[in-house]
């Protein structure tokens, strides 16, 4: 069973940048995609990105591009997701998931706990 | 709007079976698998079905999963107070190049 980590809740103003966390027990450093979902207050689920760092493939939605970054540290085994240019739309709770396969179906997914994001002023 | 379309909401009594559909098309759920997640309120999703049929270990076996064509749908068999919570369904897109989810549909025990 993979055990999914991820960093403390966010409070941002409208304009800046925020950077969430996210590591994994065990050897998943290579063996997993990564991606990122976000679920704004009361609303569904909304694909954002995938990273595999063994293969070097990062792809991101078109919603997101050029504001988001996600990258890897192989030395810590973990994950972050930079997100620029916040608006109070992007108040809501970060997943990341870990995923066999970059289509995330075929095997079981491991989600993190999430983390809050709040946009303020 | 998802592209996934899944009915908002679905109820039951306890005991009775509730089926729960998500219609894509071609590039989504016609070319690819499909996860179902729960997610009770205030936390994070949890995997029922991957795979389109199959239950990761310790899912109970009332919640099956099917699909056919550009459609998919779960079941939940005798129904239980535990049961009430919103489901998601979910997809890859190789149109799009990315995962969809369905807008959801929440499952009320009356």
């Known amino acids: 069973q993979v055990q999914v980590v991820q960093s403390g809740a966010e409070v941002e103003k409208p304009g800046a940048s925020v950077k969430v966390s996210c590591k994994a027990s065990?050897?998943?450093?290579?063996?997993?995609?990564i991606h990122w979902v976000r679920q704004a207050p009361g609303q569904g689920l909304e694909w954002m990105a995938m990273?595999?760092?063994?293969?070097?493939?990062?792809t991101y939605a078109q919603k997101f591009q050029g504001r988001l970054v996600m990258t890897s540290d192989s030395s810590t085994s973990s994950f972050y997701m930079h997100l620029s240019s916040l608006t109070s739309e992007d108040t809501a709770m970060y997943f990341c998931?870990?995923?066999?396969?970059?289509?995330?179906?075929?095997?079981?997914?491991?989600w993190g706990p999430g983390t809050l994001v709040t946009v303020s002023s | 709007q998802s592209v996934l379309t899944q009915p908002p909401s679905a109820s039951g009594t306890p005991g009775q079976r509730v089926a729960i559909s998500c219609s894509g098309v071609?590039?989504?759920?016609?070319?690819?698998?499909v996860n179902w997640y729960q997610q009770l309120p205030g936390t994070t999703p949890k995997l029922l079905i991957y795979s389109g049929d199959q239950r990761p270990s310790g899912v109970p076996d009332r919640f099956s999963g099917s699909m056919s064509g550009t459609s998919a749908s779960l079941a939940i068999s005798g129904l239980q107070s535990e049961d009430e919570a919103e489901y998601y369904c979910a997809a890859w897109d190789d149109r799009l190049n990315g995962r969809l989810f369905g807008g959801g549909t929440k499952v009320t025990v009356l």
């Open positions: 065990g050897n998943t450093f290579t063996d997993y995609w």
């Open positions: 998931v870990y995923s066999k396969y970059y289509y995330a179906s075929g095997a079981p997914d491991y």
């Open positions: 071609t590039s989504n759920i016609g070319s690819n698998t």
């Open positions: 990273i595999n760092p063994s293969l070097g493939r990062t």
